[in-house]
């Protein structure tokens, strides 16, 4: 959601409050197979086309890819190199599911964009704001992450004196 918060397209935040009201979930489209999350080489292109744009190009290790309402995808103009944000939706015929790059019941997708039609009202930003909105959106999911991780070992420690409260071992409390 960091994308889509971040930008200046009130339709789109509309459209996101509405789905996640109604329980959809989102992904943010950022690494590629070939680089990783290395941003300033992306190879997914918003190429213009009869007044608006087509994208072309694939993303990896794509949590959520599979069934994303919108998918926040990073990319850039050909001509100019100007880097941009834009909306997709995963269930769209443009939009090719890979599949599942890992062995577990989570679904990372990779997933390849072929001629998707992307039109102004998909655009979440461009340029320098594109450019942040990728760079926060990593740091603010890397800080969730830690504080997650936190939680979870706090909540581990928890279970296991409450857990241990009550037992009698050896005939003993």
């Known amino acids: 959601l960091g994308p889509i918060w971040m930008s200046g397209n009130e339709g789109l935040k509309r459209k996101a409050v509405k789905l996640l009201d109604e ?3 989102f992904a943010f489209g ?3 197979k070939e680089h990783g999350a290395d941003i300033y080489a992306t190879d997914m292109l918003l190429v213009p086309q009869d007044g608006g744009y087509v994208a072309r190009g694939d993303k990896y290790y794509i949590g959520n890819g599979n069934k994303a309402a919108m998918v926040s995808t990073f990319g850039r103009l050909p001509d100019s190199g100007e880097y941009v944000f834009f909306a997709v939706d995963s269930q769209h015929e443009k939009y090719e599911l890979v599949k599942n790059i890992t062995g577990t019941q ?3 997708a990779e997933f390849v964009l072929n001629d ?3 039109g102004e009202a998909d655009i979440l930003s461009r340029g320098d704001a594109a450019w942040n909105a990728s760079l926060n959106t990593v740091n603010i999911g890397k800080y969730n992450l830690g504080w997650a991780s ?6 581990a420690f ?3 004196i409450n857990h241990a409260t ?3 071992l050896y005939n003993q409390s």
């Open 166 to 168: 009550g037992r009698r």
């Open 150 to 155: 936190i939680g979870i070992c706090t909540h």
């Open 23 to 25: 329980g959809a979930i």
């Open 106 to 108: 989570s679904y990372v």
């Open 158 to 160: 928890y279970e296991a």
């Open 116 to 118: 998707y039609p992307i």
């Open 30 to 32: 950022l690494s590629e």
